[in-house]
Structures are given as C-alpha cells and as structure tokens.
C-alpha cells in the first residue's frame, strides 16, 4: 500500500480544475505524477496483462506494444475514440472505458473495448471530461488538461495507478478512477499504488504500426 484516504483526499486538493471543450483532438494520456516509472510516460497496451487496459511499464520497451492513442471529435466531446494502430481497424469503434466489472466498489479499472455495453461487462464511457487545470497559488498561463469522468461536483474522484503483474511475469502500472470510502477502504490498503493524474498531450505523428510505440515521430 502506498497511500491512505486522507492522502487521496488531500492530494485533490492541490489542482483547481475547469471544463475545456477539445475540437477533432487526436493525442495521448500520460501519466503525471505517480513516481519515476510512470511520471511523463504515455499509456501503452500490453499483451502480457489479461486485461485490455492501458498501462505503463519498465523500459525498456516492446515496439509491438502501441501507445493508447485517442480521438476526441467535436460531435460527440464525450466520447474517448481509440485510434486504430494497425492498417485494418476493426469493423467497430473502440472506445475508452471504465469498467466495473471486477466489483471493486467506487472503483473503475481504465480499459480500452470495442464493446462497452456487452451484456455482462459494467462499462462507463459516455461521459468523460477533460478539464484545465493549474496548481493552486502557481502560474495562471501553465494549465494541464486533465482527464475526469462525470460530474464530480464535489471532487471526490481521483486517479491511482496501480501496480500489476501480469501473467507472464511483467509488471505495469494502470489508471483507477477511485472515491475513497469506507466500502473500498480495504481494497486500497492491499492495494500497490501511487496518487497520479492523466494528462492529454497532443500527437506528434502519424499512426505507424511498425513505428515503435506505433506512432512515426522524430526523437
């Protein structure tokens, strides 16, 4: 366990947050925060967790294992599109998740689905946010775009990374939205994590699957 309640709830404190509407945005989430494996990392998938979920892990890294790259169009703000990675995309959208599914309460697993209401499966995905943000008392001009989901009125909501070990051994570390409370209390205290954000950053390349990460960028 790295945390406790109280640190979650005082570490929402730290940002003071507003709505920003995005137009045909394409671009990443990274991690901000967290610790030195993931601070400033962008989130990959992984065949090694049994779990389509993004995550971070240890450099170096597989090539194969593509950044989490999203589209946000302006017809539909709410929605996070996965931007296929490889020449064929498949016959249906993939979306940007949080999933129940596991039973946690008031915790959501961040996952990426291209069947978000399959019967069986508890998915939320039709009201995400992506919101400004500056460090209180800091630099008005130096915001970060920030991922939230729903209407957090009172700021109970934050993300957590969590710390995994996937079937083969590897290790990675994937987003939670969680409210701490007294129903989850001892699921975050056996729990690894680290307090974190997600942060949106804009891409810088095409879509390139043979590209490592499988975006074409310059170093």
Same mark, same amino acid.
């Given at each position: ?16 947050v ?31 967790i ?33 931007v ?13 998740a949080?999933?129940?599914?596991? #039973?946690?309460?008031d /915790?959501? @697993?961040? !996952?990426q ?5 399959? %019967? ?12 400004k ?22 700021g ?9 070990? #996937?079937?083969?051994? /590897?290790? @990675?570390? !994937?987003?939670w939205?969680?409210?701490?409370? %007294?129903?989850?209390?001892?699921n ?14 804009a891409?810088?390349?095409g ?13």
């Amino acid at each position: 366990m790295k945390s406790t309640t109280t640190t979650l709830l005082t570490a929402l404190s730290a940002l003071t947050v507003s709505p920003v509407a995005l137009a045909d945005f394409d671009g990443f989430f990274r991690f901000i925060g967290g610790n030195a494996i993931i601070s400033g990392e962008r989130l990959r998938l992984n065949n090694s967790i049994p779990w389509i979920s993004p995550g971070v892990s240890h450099a170096p890294y597989n090539p194969a294992d593509h950044y989490s790259r999203i589209y946000i169009n302006d017809t539909t703000p709410n929605l996070l599109y996965v931007v296929p990675t490889n020449p064929h995309p498949p016959p249906v959208p993939g979306y940007y998740a949080l999933s129940g599914t596991e #039973g946690v309460p008031d /915790a959501y @697993r961040l !996952v990426q689905t291209y069947r978000p209401d399959e %019967e069986g499966s508890v998915n939320l995905y039709k009201e995400w946010k992506v919101k400004k943000a500056c460090a209180k008392g800091g630099n008005k001009n130096e915001t970060r775009s920030l991922l939230r989901y729903g209407n957090d009125l009172y700021g109970e909501w934050r993300w957590i990374a969590v710390r995994e070990i #996937g079937y083969t051994g /590897a290790e @990675r570390w !994937v987003p939670w939205w969680v409210k701490p409370s %007294e129903a989850n209390i001892g699921n975050l205290t056996a729990w690894d994590y680290d307090i974190a954000d997600l942060e949106l950053v804009a891409a810088t390349g095409g879509v390139n699957s043979n590209a490592p990460g499988g975006v074409e960028e310059g170093n």
